[in-house]
């Protein structure tokens, strides 16, 4: 398997239309200080995209701050610095993490997580470029770019006045949305022959043990896929990663698969005739036995067409161009 994989640990992996669309707006919001709003489920890869466009600028530091892990009575010292003697335990004064990405990036990673008071001191960063922090009488002044990323849906966040309009306003200047590892099946072996080069293991899969991966729908996407490589490096001893190396829950989905296979599979060869058989005849057309395995497998994927297209063995734009086709809506 061919990889896109470099050593430095921050690369996006991937040539899917997706990924490569992701890459040219990489290239192009280096060139800007705007900022940036990444948006995607958990485990897309929000930072590695945050990263390779700070890298991209060629500025001061990377600062990445998790909105979501910041405690909350402490949370405007630790963004903000304080003063010493700001409150009890301020025994020095500190800088807070906004200081310390001055000249560089900023990423807030989870900023729905961020509350209201301290929404409106970030809004005031961005405006005016300066910040007061705590206990301090004078405000000081910082150049830094702001990268913020969430897997809410921060319009929404708005409408239920859990989120500053205002922000979300200044935020999203420019947003970019990350795919579903399940929305760019074709990366994964490609993921999977980075996550073995990075781990230092000279691991093959089986090809039963590979469709089993490439099926299966990752609700962890790219965090997930990777701890499940390391899972069954550190598990298996020999060279060859095989389905019973495979965790809980991709042997369940591995079960599961078999039995659908068995089920399209017997629809598409006529073993299991479908309800819509001809009484006068007796024999069942070719159409309706296609348009029956299509329902088949999309029901059994709950509407996932990739999964579906897997399940049947044609690809997903022949998938498509028969739900058109026979007007299947589903």
């Known amino acids: 398997m061919a990889s896109s994989c470099v050593d430095s640990g921050h690369s996006l992996v991937g040539e899917s239309p997706q990924i490569c669309q992701i890459r040219r707006h990489i290239d192009r919001l280096s060139r800007s200080r705007s900022p940036?709003?990444?948006?995607?489920?958990?485990?897309t890869g929000k930072e590695?995209?945050?990263?390779?466009?700070?890298?991209?600028?060629?500025?001061?530091?990377?600062?990445?701050?998790?909105?979501?892990?910041?405690?909350?009575?402490?949370?405007?010292?630790?963004?903000?610095?304080?003063?010493?003697?700001?409150?009890?335990?301020?025994?020095?004064?500190?800088?807070?993490?906004?200081?310390?990405?001055?000249?560089?990036?900023?990423?807030?990673?989870?900023?729905?997580?961020l509350p209201l008071e301290v929404q409106v001191k970030l809004l005031r960063l961005l405006q005016e470029?300066?910040?007061?922090?705590?206990g301090s009488l004078t405000t000081r002044k910082v150049e830094i770019r702001v990268i913020a990323a969430t897997h809410r849906d921060l319009a929404r966040?708005?409408?239920?006045?859990?989120?500053?309009q205002d922000l979300f306003y200044r935020l999203n200047v420019v947003s970019v949305r990350l795919p579903a590892l399940r929305e760019r099946i074709e990366d994964i072996p490609l993921l999977i022959d980075c996550f073995l080069?990075?781990?230092?293991?000279?691991?093959?899969?089986?090809?039963e043990c590979l469709e089993t991966l490439v099926s299966y729908p990752w609700p962890g996407n790219v965090r997930e896929l990777q701890n499940c490589i390391e899972r069954m490096v550190a598990m298996n001893s020999g060279p060859l990663l095989q389905t019973?190396?495979?965790?809980?829950?991709?042997?369940?989905?591995?079960?599961?698969?078999?039995?659908?296979?068995?089920?399209?599979?017997?629809?598409?060869?006529?073993?299991?005739?479908?309800?819509l058989a001809s009484p006068q005849s007796?024999?069942?057309?070719?159409?309706?036995?296609?348009?029956?395995?299509?329902?088949?497998?999309?029901?059994?994927?709950?509407?996932?067409?990739a999964m579906a297209a897997l399940l049947l063995g044609i690809g997903r734009t022949t998938l498509y161009r028969k739900l058109k086709e026979y007007g299947l809506a589903v």
Not at 129 to 134: A, D, G
Not at 258 to 275: E, I, K, L, Q
């Open 36 to 43: 940036v709003l990444l948006l995607g489920e958990s485990g």
């Open 48 to 113: 590695v995209v945050a990263r390779a466009i700070h890298e991209g600028a060629n500025i001061g530091s990377f600062i990445p701050i998790d909105c979501g892990s910041l405690v909350a009575p402490l949370m405007e010292s630790e963004l903000f610095g304080h003063a010493k003697g700001a409150f009890t335990g301020a025994a020095e004064t500190k800088r807070g993490l906004i200081e310390l990405a001055d000249g560089g990036t900023a990423f807030f990673d989870e900023i729905g997580d």
């Open 129 to 134: 470029r300066e910040f007061r922090p705590v």
């Open 157 to 164: 966040e708005v409408e239920h006045k859990s989120f500053r």
């Open 197 to 207: 080069k990075r781990l230092g293991a000279r691991h093959k899969l089986t090809n």
């Open 244 to 275: 019973a190396d495979l965790p809980s829950a991709l042997q369940t989905h591995l079960e599961a698969r078999r039995s659908g296979v068995r089920s399209v599979a017997a629809v598409v060869n006529g073993t299991a005739p479908p309800r």
């Open 282 to 305: 007796g024999i069942i057309p070719l159409t309706e036995m296609e348009k029956h395995a299509i329902r088949n497998a999309l029901e059994y994927t709950k509407g996932d067409r």
